[in-house]
């Protein structure tokens, strides 16, 4: 965070934002971009089944990149404090706890996964057609797990450590690594799913890399130090990550509940039309994440300041940045899905192909939704109200969306699947208003007492 957060009031407060909120939208769109491209090349070069194998390994990925959200977030939100509160040493011994945790905790991931490789390809609900492509693809993304975790926990913290651009140059070096390997891999070896995983797993190796050069360089000022273990640190961090961690993993959670109910009551062919929708959904999803993480240090940072004022207006900030981008993104969903679905399924099935622009468009009325509940959970959580914030992540990432789709089953059959998403993220918004009202009535008491303790 550093000096890029002292900026007084004389300082443009909506630069600043979107200084912090376009890296952290460029990170994880490019996160998101990893699956989705992965996709889109091997159902062009594979085929159809290779793009249901590709989706139905995704709430895997989900789940590692969830791990990494769940310390990055927290850890930034806990070391930003530390930094407004003028303390670095603190905040380095954070820093480096948090990243030798989570080398150590993603290597006995990265064993016990290929340890249960074949159990783990059921459960994610492989069918006879595609288990050897979806075992394939896993077993050489699991490889690459440590880079996956530990680069995306460095892409967050290089921005509070004040260096936000190198977030964004970080991201395009691993984003145009990944398109061009998987061009070569898939396209012109024709290693299939295993190519894909592999473009996928270099990509990250790079952004790994570059991302740690600066942290060991004379510019960061979150040096890797000695440290001692303070697990009263690690559950504060675990638990304001929580939130964003639910967030995440709701995205694998959903896709899997989906997978099983789609392969039940509609088929396989719609597996893949459902394979479509989730990849844009992810993307979707990480646009209202991104906003939601570089509203984060900020909120963060002037809450340890107590200047409640400018966290208002960051959060006025981020709602209206949050509703312009769910309207652009609707329209775009609307108007462009002829052109976004044949990025992945081809005309010549064309009964496929409109039943998948159909469920599409209904789909993607939960896009004008689902930021608003994103933004506030990440919001709630960057001032430590992890329970409110959970709340929100938790029940729209599961308790909610479970209920939703089995009713949604239930009354309308199989049809139902598609619009269980905007039942679930339309009750969830009630939710989140209704939390977000408290906090900032908490905020006016306490700022209320701080002037009334000035006067005297």
């Known amino acids: 965070m550093s000096n890029t957060l002292l900026m007084g009031k004389n300082t443009d407060l909506k630069k600043q934002f979107f200084k912090y909120v376009i890296p952290s939208v460029a990170s994880m769109w490019v996160s998101a971009l990893y699956v989705m491209v992965d996709a889109m090349f091997v159902s062009k070069g594979v085929g159809p089944n290779a793009l249901a194998a590709v989706n139905i390994a995704m709430p895997y990925t989900n789940l590692i990149f969830g791990l990494s959200v769940l310390f990055s977030v927290g850890a930034s939100t806990v070391i930003s404090m530390k930094l407004g509160e003028k303390d670095s040493t603190k905040a380095k011994k954070y820093f480096s706890m948090t990243i030798f945790s989570l080398t150590i905790i993603s290597l006995f991931i990265c064993i016990m996964s290929l340890l249960f490789l074949d159990k783990i390809v059921l459960f994610l609900g492989a069918t006879d057609s595609i288990f050897e492509m979806v075992k394939s693809y896993l077993k050489i993304i699991i490889l690459f797990i440590v880079f996956y975790i530990v680069s995306y926990a460095l892409e967050v913290l290089i921005k509070t450590d004040g260096h936000p651009h190198l977030s964004t140059i970080g991201v395009i070096i691993s984003a145009l690594t990944n398109i061009v390997l998987d061009y070569v891999f898939v396209i012109k070896f024709n290693w299939g799913v295993e190519g894909a995983a592999f473009a996928t797993g270099l990509a990250r190796v790079f952004s790994f890399v570059f991302f740690l050069t600066h942290f060991l360089s004379k510019k960061s000022q979150l040096k890797f130090c000695k440290f001692k273990f303070e697990f009263k640190i690690l559950k504060r961090i675990v ?210 007492y701080k002037l009334e303790a000035q006067t005297v």
Request: with cysteine; aromatic share 12%.
């Open 239 to 448: 638990s304001i990550g929580f939130s964003d961690c639910a967030t995440e993993l709701s995205i694998g959670i959903v896709i899997l509940l989906f997978n099983q109910f789609i392969i039940k009551y509609l088929g396989e062919g719609a597996l893949i039309s459902y394979s479509v929708i989730s990849y844009v959904n992810t993307l979707v999803l990480s646009t209202m994440l991104g906003i939601s993480q570089g509203l984060q240090p900020l909120s963060s940072y002037y809450y340890g300041t107590r200047d409640f004022d400018t966290i208002k207006r960051l959060l006025k900030l981020s709602l209206k940045c949050t509703l312009i981008s769910a309207i652009v993104i609707f329209l775009i969903c609307i108007f462009l899905t002829d052109f976004i679905v044949l990025m992945f399924i081809d005309k010549s099935d064309m009964a496929l192909f409109e039943y998948t622009v159909s469920k599409f468009r209904l789909f993607s009325i939960s896009f004008l939704i689902l930021g608003f509940n994103v933004v506030v959970s990440g919001f709630l959580s960057s001032l430590e109200r992890t329970f409110d914030a959970c709340k929100i992540s938790l029940g729209r990432g599961l308790f909610v969306i479970c209920i939703s789709l089995v009713v949604s089953v239930i009354a309308f059959g199989g049809n139902g699947i598609w619009f269980s998403t905007i039942i679930s993220e339309s009750i969830v918004l009630i939710l989140s208003i209704l939390m977000l009202k408290k906090c900032l009535k908490g905020m006016d008491y306490e700022e209320g």
